[in-house]
T-cell receptor
């Protein structure tokens, strides 16, 4: 158990819908990262937040957005969902901006 | 960020030492090397990180030659439970988040 929690574990929705994925980092960790893992794209970095502010951006689509709240939990919002958005979404956290990231169990999103 | 190249897959037998090499020819002076392990349907797990020479922890060793253009993750006496995908990441400290395709290690009995 990494100490990072993600909800929900599974999410099934339809194309065109909007969903919110939630992540609670390990106690004391200020950085939160979001990743998408699909079969054909591998593990793709989406975005990093540090203490509430966006720190780095990866291959995050404009239909996706994220934020980190004052209590340091983070949410990833996915809108206008497409079949290709079906994937495992991982959240990770780290102490400050350290290299050692602790990954959560992931949210499996299925778009039908 | 430095591009990394690893073997796509490797096979080994239980009890053997496994060495996985990662090439990163355009590594920058301020780049660190980090390795992660991932089991199916689980998030990656940090194994080890280093900047130069050799780093060892309770799980693995990381060898980095003087020119830092490659690194080798060494797993001593692997077991079936070490079957996983291993990722090498290179980037500035705190910015190691570019995962390549990784190396799929299969440990056979």
């Amino acid at each position: 158990d990494s100490g990072v929690t993600q909800t929900p574990k599974h999410l099934i929705t339809a194309t065109g819908q909007r969903v919110t994925l939630r992540c609670s980092p390990r106690s004391g960790d200020l950085s939160v990262y979001w990743y998408q893992q699909s079969l054909d794209q591998g593990l793709q970095f989406l975005i990093q937040y540090y203490n509430g502010e966006e720190r780095a951006k990866g291959n995050i689509l404009e239909r996706f957005s994220a934020q980190q709240f004052p209590d340091l939990h983070s949410e990833l919002n996915l809108s206008s969902l497409e079949l290709g958005d079906s994937a495992l979404y991982f959240c990770a956290s780290s102490l400050g901006g350290r290299n050692e990231q602790f990954f959560g169990p992931g949210t499996r999103l299925t778009v039908l | 960020l430095a591009k990394t190249t690893q073997p796509i897959s490797m096979d080994s037998y239980e009890g053997q030492e496994v060495n996985i090499t990662c090439s990163h020819n355009n590594i920058a002076t301020n780049d660190y090397i980090t390795w992660y392990q991932q089991f199916p349907s689980q998030g990656p797990r940090f194994i080890i990180q280093g900047y130069k020479t050799k780093v060892t922890n309770e799980v693995a060793s990381l060898f980095i030659p003087a020119d830092r253009k490659s690194s080798t993750l060494s797993l001593p006496r692997v077991s079936l439970s070490d079957t996983a995908v291993y990722y090498c990441l290179v980037g500035p400290y705190g910015q190691n988040f570019v995962f390549g395709p990784g190396t799929r290690l299969s440990v056979l009995p």
